[in-house]
């Protein structure tokens, strides 16, 4: 028992657990319906949409780069998605429309950042603001409703499989696949290397410029099929679908990486059920969403603080410090002696 207490990885599962435990009994005592049955399938549907889009921007995370076009690319594929169930393509071809439509512009992002060696942050917003302007073009601005009800699109809203939402399944799903290529095979240790040390990645034979690309374009990929489910529970696709995705799943992704100590999938996963559990009590709360975009924002700041390796590293250094200067009880013997 003395061992586990000592295992740094139980010490930060047992934190998380308490901490979700803390933000369930604030808000369940603030509004009784919380921790109700229909409200707790309501969160988890809602942390499946985030809950995707962090998982892709994970990928992008470990090799160490920022990804600011998954916003702007998941509402491109919302109304690509629109527009083939609106002209009777089916929902199947849809949905891989929306998705091809994401890898093409992780591609896009990938090429220019890691084999043009332009900055990602400035490459990526372009793609996204580029990926926003096309998305005008399917209905010039205008939502898409048509053919939803008949195509079976609100299905992956309403169905369930092995007992969970279809929404929870496919994130449990792809929250499986990722977690066995990241942590898993050794494509996954490439990717943890490229982002740890280039250098030393390329002369271990790492592709380094292809798993940047990989990670762009997982990420694009996810983030339209993150907005599917989004368009199949509001039961329209429209040009700012993506817009709410931005600042919930870096949260996710940095919260999870302050409690667990690295990107990881378990880590986003958790940052999501946190989050998700904030937003949905705000949500029940009737908060304004200003108000509640700016928590999120200041939960985003304490995270990338708390991961980021300098403060950790002065942290370290203070606390050495400090226990270097203070006498010890023998020490204080010898000198009242």
């Excluded at 929306?98 to 942050?121: E, Q, S």
């Excluded at 009590?281 to 390796?309: C, H, K, N, W």
């Amino acid at each position: 028992m003395k061992t586990l207490a000592k295992n740094p990885i139980f010490l930060r599962i047992l934190a998380f657990v308490v901490l979700l435990a803390v933000v369930a009994a604030i808000f369940q005592s603030l509004t009784p319906a919380y921790l109700s049955g229909n409200n707790i399938h309501a969160l988890l549907r809602h942390m499946a949409v985030q809950g995707l889009a962090a998982l892709g921007l994970t990928f992008v995370i470990v090799v160490r780069q920022f990804d600011l076009s998954f916003p702007g690319v998941a509402s491109l594929g919302a109304m690509t998605l629109g527009w083939l169930i609106a002209s009777k393509f089916g929902v199947g071809l849809g949905i891989g429309g929306a998705v091809a439509v994401g890898l093409f512009c992780g591609l896009v992002n990938g090429i220019a950042v890691a084999y043009l060696r332009l900055p990602d942050i400035v490459a990526t917003i372009a793609t996204g603001g580029v990926a926003v302007g096309l998305s005008y073009f399917y209905s010039n601005g205008a939502s898409i409703s048509k053919n939803f009800f008949m195509s079976g699109i609100l299905d992956l809203n309403d169905a369930k499989y092995f007992g969970l939402d279809a929404p929870v399944a496919i994130l449990a799903l792809t929250a499986a696949i990722a977690a066995l290529v990241l942590h898993g095979s050794r494509f996954g240790r490439a990717f943890y290397a490229t982002g740890e040390n280039r250098v030393s990645a390329v002369y271990s034979g790492i592709r380094v410029k292809a798993y940047v690309l990989a990670a762009f374009a997982i990420c694009g990929a996810l983030s339209c099929l993150a907005i599917t489910l989004l368009v199949a529970s509001s039961g329209a696709a429209n040009v700012t679908a993506g817009s709410q995705l931005l600042m919930p799943a870096y949260a996710a992704v940095y919260l999870g990486a302050a409690l667990f100590g690295a990107a990881s999938v378990p880590a986003t996963i958790a940052g999501t059920l946190l989050m998700s559990a904030m937003l949905n009590g705000f949500t029940l709360m009737a908060v304004p969403y200003f108000y509640s975009d700016a928590i999120v924002s200041t939960v985003l700041i304490v995270a990338i603080a708390a991961f980021d390796p300098k403060l950790s590293a002065a942290l370290k250094r203070v606390r050495t410090s400090r226990s270097r200067k203070a006498p010890t009880s023998t020490s204080l013997l010898e000198v009242r002696s």
